[in-house]
């Protein structure tokens, strides 16, 4: 998907795939592809960039989790950043590590857990749209080196989610 960063066209790669997950009223390729370029774009990622995203279920995502975290349980998404970042955000990776074939930085991938997301929309009262949109916002922060280990980071990339929910067109004042 290309995204203009400072006048230039820069095209990012994103792959969605399903693993055997409930077809839903949305189209979720759209979505997810559309979050992760609004967050590129909000990052000012000025470099092509590869990120996979796997739309899964509670049984596909635990077992991620446990393997990959040694946390036998589902979750909602899960991050896998293929960058080193020193600082959150686009400028934090120092020394950025390109696929020598495509030029390409691969900047991870992403696990999200649709049985999850529509449990999640249900709890916090919001639409399969915004769950999927927001879980993969969070996900792609991840992979640009935002955390929430403490309560300064998590206010920071809270904030950094509610910017980008609501650049995406979300109402995020009741959330």
């Not at 960063?5 to 997950?21: C, L, P, S, T, W």
């Not at 990120?51 to 990959?68: E, P």
Request: proline residues 3%.
């Amino acid at each position: 998907m290309k995204v203009r960063i400072q006048g230039i066209v820069i095209e990012h790669k994103i792959n969605v795939q399903h693993n055997d997950v409930l077809a839903l009223e949305c189209d979720l390729n759209k979505l997810v592809k559309y979050a992760v370029i609004s967050t590129m774009q909000n990052e000012r990622a000025d470099v092509p960039c590869v990120v996979n995203v796997l739309i899964s279920d509670n049984a596909g995502i635990r077992r991620y989790n446990k393997n990959f975290r040694g946390i036998d349980k589902a979750t909602d998404v899960l991050s896998f950043p293929m960058q080193v970042f020193q600082k959150p955000g686009w400028g934090g990776c120092p020394e950025p590590e390109f696929d020598e074939d495509s030029g390409e930085l691969p900047l991870g991938d992403i696990v999200i857990s649709m049985e999850k997301v529509e449990e999640q929309s249900v709890e916090y009262n919001n639409s399969i749209e915004y769950e999927t949109a927001y879980l993969t916002v969070h996900s792609t922060l991840h992979l640009l080196g935002y955390d929430h280990d403490n309560e300064a980071s998590e206010k920071v990339m809270h904030k950094k989610c509610e910017n980008i929910m609501r650049e995406m067109g979300f109402d995020t004042d009741d959330k």
